[in-house]
C-alpha cells in the first residue's frame, strides 16, 4: 500500500511567453493617413509557490509533474493589448524548500501559511509600432516580439515545521510519548521500525499555550550513511527549534546510545549541533528509584535529562515544563533559522560566482549578503530587448 506521506517530488515547470506586439497600419475609407495604432502583446503568466496550511504533505503534485502558466495573446489593430497568460499558483505545505533540479541550486523557501513566491516569471509582450511613431519616422512597420518563456525542473522537499523533534532508535518510545501527549494517532506497536512515516501533534500547555512536535522514523547506526530509515527523514528536524533525544531505560549503556544518536546528527548536518538538547529516558516504570539515581551519574552534566513513561504516565508534566521553558529562551526561533539558511544558501551561489568571475580573469568583487538584505535580493532586473521582430 502506497504511503500518503510525499516529502519530495521533481516537477517541470515553465510560465508563458510573451505576445508578440503588432505592426499594423490604421486603414479606413475617410482617414487617408491612419499610420501606425498596432497593439501591444499581453505578457505570459506567472508561476507563483503559495504557502497553504491545509497541505502537510507533497501528495497532491505527485501525479502533477508538469506545471505550465498560459501564453499571452497577441496585439491587435486599433493599439489593442494582447490578453495576459493565465498565472499558475502550486499550493505547497508549509516548509517545503525548492531547489534547481539541474544545478541542486537553492531557490526559495514557502515557511509560512499564505506566503506567495515567484518561481518563474512570464515573458513581457512586445510593444506595437504605436510606440515607435517618431517626427522622422510616421510609419514604423515593425514591433517587438515577446520575451520568450521560462522553463525550469525544481525539486520541491518539505520539511517539517516543528518545535520539538523527537530523535532516538526504533522502540525508543517516541510515537507511545506523541500520542500521550497530543491528540495524534502515531501507529504504535512492539517492533522496529513500527513508524514508517513523520508525524505531527500539537502538545498542550498550560494557559492555553500549546507547541508542537514531530516524530520521525527511528533511527540505527550509520542512518547518515543512507542505513535503515533515517537518512531519508533527518531533515524533518533541521527546522525544529530543539531536538528531544529519547533513549530507553532498559538499554545496557544509555549515555553510549545518546552519543551514537548524536554523531547520527552531526554527520548529517554539523549545524544541527547548535539546537538545544533534551534526553528523556523512556521506560523508566521498569527501574526502581536507586537504579534512576544510579544512572543519574553516569549522563552528561551539561545536558538537562528526566525519566519518563509514557504508558505509566511519569513525568510527562514534567518534560513539557523542560520544553517549554527551553523554548521560550531558545534565542534562535524557526523565523531565525530559516532566513540564516537562506542567507547560507545565497552566499553559496556567490562563492561560486566569485570564483567564475576569477576564472574569467576578472576581479569585481561581490558583496555577500545580510539579514537586512534578504527583503531586496528577489528583485528581477529589467528585460533589454535586442531584437526586433521586422514586417514588410
Not at 517587438?144 to 520539538?164: F, H, N, S, T, Y
Not at 534562535?332 to 567564475?356: F, G, P, S
Not at 555577500?368 to 532586473?381: P, Q, S
Not at 533589454?384 to 514588410?392: G, K, P
Request: glycine share 10%.
Amino acid at each position: 500500500m502506497e504511503s500518503n506521506f510525499v516529502d519530495y517530488v521533481k516537477i517541470c515547470c515553465r510560465s508563458g511567453k510573451g505576445g508578440r506586439g503588432s505592426a499594423h497600419m490604421h486603414r479606413a475609407k475617410y482617414v487617408p493617413n491612419g499610420g501606425p495604432d498596432g497593439g501591444d502583446g499581453g505578457r505570459g503568466g506567472h508561476i507563483y509557490l503559495r504557502g497553504n496550511h491545509n497541505y502537510w504533505t507533497l501528495l497532491h503534485l505527485r501525479y502533477e509533474r508538469h506545471v505550465f502558466a498560459g501564453h499571452g495573446g497577441n496585439g491587435g489593430q486599433s493599439r489593442s493589448t494582447g490578453r495576459d497568460g493565465e498565472d499558475r499558483y502550486i499550493d505547497v505545505p508549509c516548509g517545503t524548500v525548492v531547489y534547481d533540479a539541474e544545478t541542486g541550486e537553492y531557490l526559495c523557501d514557502v515557511s509560512q501559511d499564505g506566503q506567495v513566491v515567484m518561481l518563474l516569471k512570464g515573458g513581457r509582450g512586445g510593444l506595437g509600432n504605436w510606440n515607435f511613431r517618431t517626427s522622422t519616422n510616421q510609419a514604423p512597420r515593425y514591433a517587438q516580439p515577446g520575451e520568450p518563456m521560462q522553463e525550469r525542473i525544481v525539486i520541491l522537499e518539505l520539511k517539517l515545521l516543528a518545535d520539538v523533534g523527537l530523535v532516538g532508535f526504533p522502540n525508543a518510545g517516541k510515537s507511545t510519548l506523541l500520542a500521550s501527549l497530543s491528540s495524534a494517532r502515531p501507529k504504535i506497536a512492539n517492533y522496529p521500525f513500527t513508524t514508517m512515516e513523520p508525524s505531527l501533534g500539537i502538545v498542550s500547555y498550560r494557559d492555553g499555550q500549546s507547541f508542537v512536535m514531530a516524530d520521525i522514523p527511528g533511527i540505527i547506526e550509520g542512518a547518515s550513511e543512507g542505513r535503515g530509515l533515517g537518512l531519508r527523514f533527518l531533515r524533518h528536524i533541521e527546522r525544529n527549534s530543539l531536538l528531544l533525544f529519547m533513549v530507553p531505560g532498559d538499554t545496557d549503556d544509555i549515555r553510549r546510545e545518546y552519543e551514537i544518536l548524536l554523531n547520527e546528527v552531526r554527520t548529517f548536518n554539523p549545524d544541527m549541533m547548535d539546537k538545544q538538547r533534551v534526553l528523556a529516558i523512556t521506560k523508566s516504570d521498569l527501574l526502581d528509584d536507586e537504579l534512576v539515581e544510579m544512572l543519574s551519574k553516569e549522563l552528561p552534566d551539561d545536558l538537562p535529562h528526566i525519566f519518563i513513561s509514557a504508558v505509566a504516565n511519569r513525568g510527562l508534566t514534567e518534560l513539557k515544563d523542560i520544553l517549554w521553558e527551553a523554548l521560550n529562551s531558545e534565542s534562535n526561533k524557526l523565523a531565525a533559522i530559516t532566513n540564516e539558511e537562506r542567507i547560507v544558501h545565497r552566499n553559496k551561489d556567490v562563492t561560486h560566482l566569485q570564483e567564475e568571475l576569477a576564472d574569467m580573469g576578472e576581479d569585481e568583487e561581490i558583496e555577500f549578503l545580510d539579514e537586512d538584505d534578504i527583503e531586496d535580493i528577489d528583485d528581477l532586473e529589467d528585460f533589454e530587448y535586442e531584437d526586433i521582430e521586422t514586417r514588410d
